[in-house]
């Protein structure tokens, strides 16, 4: 996987992602199943994806306790949910990234920034993402949503590359690298506000750079 690095702060970037309302978000008829996601998603944001029980998903939906296991096996279930509209974010922000642009090194480095976007922009999407600890085995289409990253990127890595493995590690040294400093920008070391988020992402097009001309060397 491109994103193998779980290395995760549940703090949320003042100014770039402003806190969820701790009122009920209540739910339409037929909609039971969405507002069981965005309270859930709240609650990931305020407390990390294992600072709930699926009661007080329940009780911030406005909805019984007994409501979510018409649709979510367990508490689990519902967090892969999450975790797959997460890793489908990030591949469309991914995808239009890397799209009009030439050079797979550019390619890359624009990943790179837009990876740290995606950390400052969706705290929750990144936290329970990468620290849910979900058994990818059980859960077929979050295994599919984050294949589908690797496989929008892989190719771009490959053109860099010498072997397929080359490519995996390259991409994963990036990713990797973009990952870190997202944490670090969330947990407030670089700042806060546009100007930090523009600065952090611009460090990790740089880092990319660098990763693709060692390896060009070497």
Known sequence: MVNG????SDVNLPGMAPPASRRPVGHHHGDLRNSLLRASLELVGERGPHGFTLAEASRRAGVSVAAPYKHFADRDALLAELATQG??????????AVSGIEDPAEQLASFAAAYVRFAAEEPALFDVTFNAGLDKSRFAELATAGDEVARLLLPVARQLASTPDAAFDLLLRIAA?????????RQGLFGAGDAALSDTEEKAARTA????????SS
């Open 209 to 216: 750079r660098a990763i693709t001309r060692q390896d060009a």
């Open 5 to 8: 690095i779980y290395l995760v």
């Open 177 to 185: 690298a973009a990952h870190g400093l997202g944490v670090f920008l």
């Open 87 to 96: 890793y489908r974010e990030q591949r469309h922000r991914f995808a239009t």
